[in-house]
């Protein structure tokens, strides 16, 4: 840590130079405050003790520029008169301390080791906010795979609105990724280090959903043994995921409705107003506006709601982004399982475009998830893959796995495994390999007749011959 002493009067430097750099600090003295203005702009100091009256500027007035010039400097102004309209001036320009002549310099060490453990504590709460943005948050907005058009579109808005403290109505069918993008939108606003909260309103019966949002007073009814705190009280400062609201009741909308108008609620039973501070977010796989002209949801409700609204399309209008999510949920399952990485065929790739997903993503994910833990190979075949999609193949032969799908998920495992730099004959080693693999596979299958062997591999036998002991094949 470097700290600057500017004071006109040189015994004051020295003495204070002297003490502060026993403690191990790096210190610089000057003697007036242009001087130390000018000096900042190339030796960055931690603290500034200034004196408040020198030749020139005086004090207050170099504090008020290195204030507005220099962001993160602690500056300690330092008198010799015990004025309170100083004191008041110094604090009011960003003064960290006011001190005055003749001070203890344990008052001097009690000040910096102060700021220090201020410093530690920025460094500290800016670490745990990053570490709690990456652990917390897998759902990155990385992690919403698409390079579709329709989905780049939701990748701006969600950029556009995520730290703008509005409501957003995310609608899309069930499947689409609607709670991913909440978390997304919550993690990547101010509020992230405050709750999430989630309630699925189609998943709670309509008696105990308004005790579930907004909590129950002791006795509020027959169960209400204890007192209940709701979940918009538990999401304050934070924000709140209203899922599947097209499900809730006309009565509730109206008490939610309360809550987006004025801010607050009251508990089941409860006569006194609770403040909620909580951004909504809400979602649904309903169409709000049909449901609004049929009288199943209220409009004004609605239009609360529907401040930002992002939809998300369907998997099967972008098929384009298919690749790259069974790309992304091969890796994701294989490592939630512990397990070696497994591979797609062309063919067994190919079904998963044709096929119309009505589950959409979520489909998707239990799909792979399936296919890894069935297969007993690195390679995921037709075969693997639901009825309702390995029928969609045009023909018998299709269901069966090809060679080069084969050769081309082996290679794809051995290549992962070089290093990037790597230099030697590779092309030889693996035609080499491939050769010894092959005939050694012909030759047990032919029980050792090797004119046999010669002829289902297509060569002479004085081909095959000379193969073998070049390649060392095992007979």
């Given at each position: 840590?470097?700290?600057?002493?500017?004071?006109?009067?040189?015994?004051?430097?020295?003495?204070?130079?002297?003490?502060?750099?026993?403690?191990?600090?790096?210190?610089?003295?000057?003697?007036?405050?242009?001087?130390?203005?000018?000096?900042?702009?190339?030796?960055?100091?931690?603290?500034?003790?200034?004196?408040?009256?020198?030749?020139?500027?005086?004090?207050?007035?170099?504090?008020?520029?290195?204030?507005?010039?220099?962001?993160?400097?602690?500056?300690?102004?330092?008198?010799?008169?015990?004025?309170?309209?100083?004191?008041?001036?110094?604090?009011?320009?960003?003064?960290?301390d006011y001190i005055t002549k003749p001070?203890?310099?344990?008052?001097?060490?009690?000040?910096?080791?102060?700021?220090?453990?201020?410093?530690?504590?920025?460094?500290?709460?800016?670490?745990?906010?990053?570490?709690?943005?990456?652990?917390?948050?897998?759902?990155?907005?990385?992690?919403?795979?698409?390079?579709?058009?329709?989905?780049?579109?939701?990748?701006?808005?969600?950029?556009?609105?995520?730290?703008?403290?509005?409501?957003?109505?995310?609608?899309?069918?069930?499947?689409?990724?609607?709670?991913?993008?909440?978390?997304?939108?919550?993690?990547?606003?101010?509020?992230?280090?405050?709750?999430?909260?989630?309630?699925?309103?189609?998943?709670?019966?309509?008696?105990?959903?308004?005790?579930?949002?907004?909590?129950?007073?002791?006795?509020?009814?027959?169960?209400?043994?204890?007192?209940?705190?709701?979940?918009?009280?538990?999401?304050?400062?934070?924000?709140?995921?209203?899922?599947?609201?097209?499900?809730?009741?006309?009565?509730?909308?109206?008490?939610?409705?309360?809550?987006?108008?004025?801010?607050?609620?009251?508990?089941?039973?409860?006569?006194?107003?609770?403040?909620?501070?909580?951004?909504?977010?809400?979602?649904?796989?309903?169409?709000?506006?049909?449901?609004?002209?049929?009288?199943?949801?209220?409009?004004?409700?609605?239009?609360?709601?529907?401040?930002?609204?992002?939809?998300?399309?369907?998997?099967?209008?972008?098929?384009?982004?298919?690749?790259?999510?069974?790309?992304?949920?091969?890796?994701?399952?294989?490592a939630e399982l512990g397990i070696e990485?497994?591979?797609?065929?062309?063919?067994?790739?190919?079904?998963?475009?044709?096929?119309?997903?009505?589950?959409?993503?979520?489909?998707?994910?239990?799909?792979?998830?399936?296919?890894?833990?069935?297969?007993?190979?690195?390679?995921?075949?037709?075969?693997?893959?639901?009825?309702?999609?390995?029928?969609?193949?045009?023909?018998?032969?299709?269901?069966?796995?090809?060679?080069?799908?084969?050769?081309?998920?082996?290679?794809?495992?051995?290549?992962?495994?070089?290093?990037?730099?790597?230099?030697?004959?590779?092309?030889?080693?693996?035609?080499?390999?491939?050769?010894?693999?092959?005939?050694?596979?012909?030759?047990?299958?032919?029980?050792?007749?090797?004119?046999?062997?010669?002829?289902?591999?297509?060569?002479?036998?004085?081909?095959?011959?000379?193969?073998?002991?070049?390649?060392?094949?095992?007979?």
């Open positions: 840590m470097k700290i600057l002493i500017v004071d006109d009067d040189e015994s004051m430097r020295w003495v204070m130079a002297k003490a502060i750099e026993k403690r191990g600090y790096e210190v610089y003295s000057l003697d007036s405050g242009e001087v130390a203005i000018e000096f900042l702009r190339t030796q960055p100091c931690s603290i500034v003790f200034m004196d408040i009256k020198m030749m020139g500027i005086s004090g207050l007035e170099a504090l008020k520029e290195i204030k507005r010039s220099y962001e993160g400097v602690y500056v300690i102004i330092m008198t010799a008169q015990n004025d309170m309209k100083n004191a008041i001036d110094a604090m009011k320009l960003g003064a960290f001070f203890d310099l344990n008052e001097i060490y009690l000040l910096i080791e102060k700021i220090q453990s201020i410093e530690s504590l920025k460094e500290e709460v800016t670490h745990l906010r990053s570490e709690l943005k990456r652990k917390s948050v897998p759902e990155s907005l990385e992690s919403i795979i698409g390079e579709s058009k329709g989905m780049q579109e939701v990748f701006k808005l969600i950029g556009r609105v995520a730290d703008k403290d509005v409501t957003v109505l995310i609608t899309g069918e069930s499947g689409t990724g609607k709670e991913l993008v909440a978390k997304v939108l919550h993690y990547n606003s101010r509020r992230i280090s405050k709750p999430f909260v989630v309630i699925n309103c189609a998943a709670i019966p309509e008696t105990l959903l308004e005790s579930e949002l907004f909590g129950h007073e002791k006795g509020a009814f027959t169960d209400a043994t204890a007192l209940k705190i709701g979940k918009f009280q538990q999401a304050d400062g934070g924000t709140i995921f209203l899922d599947e609201i097209g499900d809730m009741g006309l009565d509730l909308q109206a008490k939610l409705l309360r809550v987006l108008q004025d801010g607050d609620f009251y508990r089941v039973g409860g006569s006194k107003a609770i403040k909620a501070n909580v951004r909504v977010i809400a979602a649904t796989n309903k169409n709000l506006e049909e449901a609004v002209r049929m009288g199943q949801f209220r409009e004004d409700l609605y239009y609360r709601l529907n401040v930002i609204n992002i939809h998300l399309p369907p998997l099967r209008e972008r098929k384009s982004d298919i690749k790259l999510l069974t790309e992304y949920f091969l890796n994701k399952i294989s990485r497994k591979h797609i065929s062309r063919e067994a790739e190919n079904l998963l475009i044709q096929y119309h997903w009505p589950g959409n993503i979520r489909e998707l994910e239990n799909v792979l998830k399936r296919a890894i833990v069935l297969t007993s190979t690195d390679t995921i075949t037709p075969e693997h893959l639901p009825a309702s999609i390995s029928q969609l193949s045009e023909s018998p032969e299709k269901k069966k796995i090809f060679l080069e799908d084969m050769i081309e998920a082996k290679l794809q495992l051995y290549s992962s495994k070089l290093p990037p730099d790597v230099e030697g004959d590779l092309y030889q080693t693996v035609i080499e390999q491939v050769e010894k693999s092959l005939i050694e596979k012909v030759i047990r299958k032919t029980s050792g007749n090797q004119i046999q062997a010669a002829r289902i591999l297509g060569i002479n036998r004085n081909t095959l011959r000379k193969k073998i002991q070049e390649l060392g094949v095992e007979i």
